[in-house]
C-alpha cells in the first residue's frame, strides 16, 4: 500500500469478531453512551444492549454474530485437532454434538442471552410487511438515546424492561464472585482445553478476576484487569425479589446520561502467581491482588 500497489485479497486481515463489534458499533455508539465503554467483557451478552440502546443497529449486529459464530466452529475444529494431538482419547469427541445453529446468527445470541430472537424490534407490523428499511430508519429515529433526553413516548417503560432485560443478561448478582465463571462460553472451553497434561487454563481479556475449579483437579484463572469496571447496582440486576426494579433503573439511565459513574465504578487489579519447584512441578498457583507491595 506504501507503494501504491493493488493489495491482493489473499493479504487483507479480517479481524477476529470481537475487534469488529467494537470497531464498527461500539466506538460509534459510545459518544452518546459513554458508560458502554466500561462494561466488560464485550461478548455474546453485549448484543441485546447494544440492541436495547440502538434497535437500528440490527443489521450491523446480524454481520458481527454472523462472523463470531463462524470463528467459534472454527475453535471447535481447531480444539478436536488439539485434542487428538495430545491423545486424551474419547473426551476428543466431547464438545462436537452441537446442534446445527438457526439460519440467523444473531437471533441465535438473542434467545441464548434474554430469551427472544425479536428483542427490542419495534413496528411488527411493518415486519409483516417486509418493510425492512423502513424498520431501519424508525428504529434509529426511536434510539433510547432520543427517549433519555425528554422524547418520551408511550413505549418508555417498555424500552426500560427491554434495556432491564439486556443489562441482567449482561452482568448478574454473582458477576463479580470470583469462585463463578457466569459467562459458559468461558468455563466450558477451560474444560475443554485441561485435558492430557494440562491441568490449569488461564483466560484474560474478559476482565472479570476468576479462580474456579476444574474437575480434574486444575483450576480456571482469569487474569482480571488493570483498568476500571462498572458494576451495575443489585437493585436492578436481582432477579429474585419481589418489587419493581424500574425506580433504581431509571436512577442508574440518570446517572448514565449525566456520564456520573462514581458510585459504580470499581477497580481491582489482579495477577496470576505460579510457583514451581526446581523439577519444574507446579508447587501453588493462586488469583493475587496487586496491591504494590509484593516484591
Known sequence: MSRGSAVRDEFLFDPPAGSKLVAEVINEIKQTYSFIDLLKPEAEAAFPVILALE???????LGVASKLRE?????QEQLRRYKSNISVGDAATASTGEAIPPP?????ILVRTVGRADFAMPAKELMAAGAAAEISLL???RSFASLLFGDRDETWERRLYDLLDALRAFQRTNSFDRSVETEAAYIDEARDLAYGPIRHVVFGHTHLAKEVPLPRGGYYFNSGTWADLLELPREVLDRTREYSPLAALEELVRDLVANDFSRYIVFHPTYIRFEQDEA?????QKLCDYSGAQS
Do not use: I
Open 139 to 141: 428504529d434509529k429515529v
Open 71 to 75: 470463528g467459534k466452529e472454527r475453535r
Open 280 to 284: 519444574g512441578h507446579s508447587v501453588s
Open 55 to 61: 434497535p437500528g443497529r440490527r443489521s450491523q449486529l
Open 104 to 108: 440467523n446468527a444473531l437471533e441465535e
